[in-house]
Nanobody
Framework: QVQLAESGGGLVQAGGSLRLSCAAS????????MGWYRQAPGKQRELVAQ???????NYADSVKGRFTISRDNAKNTVYLQMNSLKPEDTAVYYC??????????????WGQGTQVTVSS
């Protein structure tokens, strides 16, 4: 079993900041990538930021320059620093991990989601 524990969501004013955290635990051989997705009501889930095991990053155009993804490999934890938040950033944010549970068992894990609400 693999668990993804998310934290850091909340309600903030426009222009404010939040830092999301996601720690992976359980039966893990290695992690290929970790990232963050978000889903607003009535909309498709979209990629926000992704970090590979090699250290490369990918960001949605809408968050470039405002969000930063980082990691602590020793803790199997990924962070999302969100600055200059806008009302359109309001969504449920989901942690994602591409995990090798064993040499032959690969799975994609999802956290339960954390609500981020940005008021105008």
């Amino acid at each position: 079993q693999v668990q993804l524990a998310e934290s850091g969501g909340g309600l903030v004013q426009a222009g404010g900041s939040l830092r999301l955290s996601c720690a992976a635990s359980g039966s893990i051989l290695s992690i290929n990538a970790m990232g963050w997705y978000r889903q607003a009501p009535g909309k498709q889930r979209e990629l926000v930021a992704q970090l590979t095991s090699g250290g490369s990053t990918n960001y949605a155009d809408s968050v470039k320059g405002r969000f930063t993804i980082s990691r602590d490999n020793a803790k199997n934890t990924v962070y999302l620093q969100m600055n200059s938040l806008k009302p359109e950033d309001t969504a449920v944010y989901y942690c994602n991990a591409d995990i090798m549970r064993s040499s032959w068992y690969r799975l994609t894990g999802w956290g339960q989601g954390t609500q981020v609400t940005v008021s105008s």
